[in-house]
């Protein structure tokens, strides 16, 4: 049982999100609503007030920005109680040591890397092709 069946059943939690997937659309194809640098991974619909209202009490998120959004005082309360305390278990001593939200800051030329790297598997190791103009397939080839 998690938190918010506290404030409504897991079936109207279930039809609410529903409802604002049908009507709002899915939150991958949208920015987070706390869009900057620190955003990282998927976007989620995320509850405004915690209290599940409508389908107006929801905004888009990315996952490091709703886990920041849901951790209250309240939710790590709970989290400890139910053995959930897993990833919120840090103190905001160590929180504040490993930056904003924990995430890694990473250099552009680590991201360019990355980005060529997964554009390297995205257009030549999936298709299981080489071409030679392809700095990573000629690597690959010798």
């Given at each position: 049982?998690?938190?918010?069946f506290d404030v409504i ?7 609410l999100h ?5 009507l709002?659309g ?17 976007i989620?619909?995320?509850?405004i007030?915690?209290l599940?209202?409508d389908v ?5 998120l990315?996952r490091?920005?709703h886990?920041?959004h ?9 989290a400890s ?6 990833a919120?278990?840090?103190?905001d001593e ?6 904003h939200?924990?995430?890694v ?5 680590q ?16 298709r299981g092709?080489t071409?030679?103009s392809?700095?990573?397939?000629i690597g690959?080839?010798?």
């Open positions: 049982m998690t938190k918010r059943s897991e079936k109207e939690y279930l039809a529903y409802q604002v997937r049908k709002r899915r939150a991958r194809y949208l920015q987070c609503a706390h869009a900057d640098k620190t955003c990282l991974s998927y989620v619909w995320a509850n007030s915690h599940y209202l107006d009490d929801f905004m888009p990315c490091s920005h886990r920041r849901d951790d209250t005082i309240e939710w790590r309360s709970y109680a139910a053995g959930r305390a897993g919120l278990a840090l103190t160590q929180r504040s040591a490993l930056g939200a924990g995430a800051a990473h250099t552009s030329e991201q360019a890397k990355a980005a060529r790297s997964a554009n390297h598997n995205r257009w030549h190791v999936r092709t071409s030679p392809c700095i990573l397939c690959l080839s010798t």
